[in-house]
């Protein structure tokens, strides 16, 4: 039974995100979508709304659950028995990113919590959640960006008042 987390910011879930986590699905027996913080940066919307949207876009999928976490990501790992993280990466850059991550919840873990890389699927390589963010704070159109589901509650979240 193997059982692995996709650590995230998720400002906000992204098809591409989805994407990751419907291969994880058939991939693995158990997915922990999991939104954790990253210190570099910041978020207006809080993390607890961000995993209900991530809720909603993945109830198609049985073995994937979601969870928030504000601690040391390979804690909640041991904790839940799960010694897998799975990352999207999207290009070169994503890589040398999650390679440093990589190094340091190894270490975190003392070699106890490894980490695999995805490649996100080739129709999502150019999207990112800070592009999400940037077209609907001015009111454009996102459709294309994030499910359907949630579509409508994204879009209000981060267009400007
Ligand atoms: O989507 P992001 O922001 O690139 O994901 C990075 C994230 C949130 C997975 C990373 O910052 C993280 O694991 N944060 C939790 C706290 C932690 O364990 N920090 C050490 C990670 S090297």
């Not at 041991?78 to 850059?93: E, F, H, I, P, T």
Request: glycine share 6%.
């Amino acid at each position: 039974m193997t059982k692995v987390v996709c650590p995230g910011s998720f400002n906000p879930v992204t098809l591409g995100h989805i994407n990751v986590f419907e291969r994880c699905a058939r991939l693995f027996d158990e997915v922990v979508v999991l939104v954790v913080h990253n210190a570099a940066k910041t978020y207006h919307v809080s993390a607890q709304q961000r995993a209900e949207w991530i809720k909603r876009a993945v109830a198609h999928l049985p073995n994937v659950s979601v969870d928030a976490y504000s601690g040391l990501l390979v804690d909640y790992a041991a904790s839940c028995g799960a010694n897998l993280l799975v990352k999207g990466v999207r290009d070169a850059l994503d890589v040398v990113v999650e390679t440093q991550m990589y190094y340091a919840n190894r270490e975190a873990s003392k070699g106890s919590i490894d980490t695999m890389f995805l490649p996100t699927g080739e129709q999502f390589a150019y999207l990112s959640s800070s592009i999400v963010r940037d077209v609907a704070s001015y009111g454009g159109d996102i459709g294309a960006f994030v499910p359907a589901a949630i579509l409508e509650e994204v879009a209000a979240a981060y267009r400007k008042r």
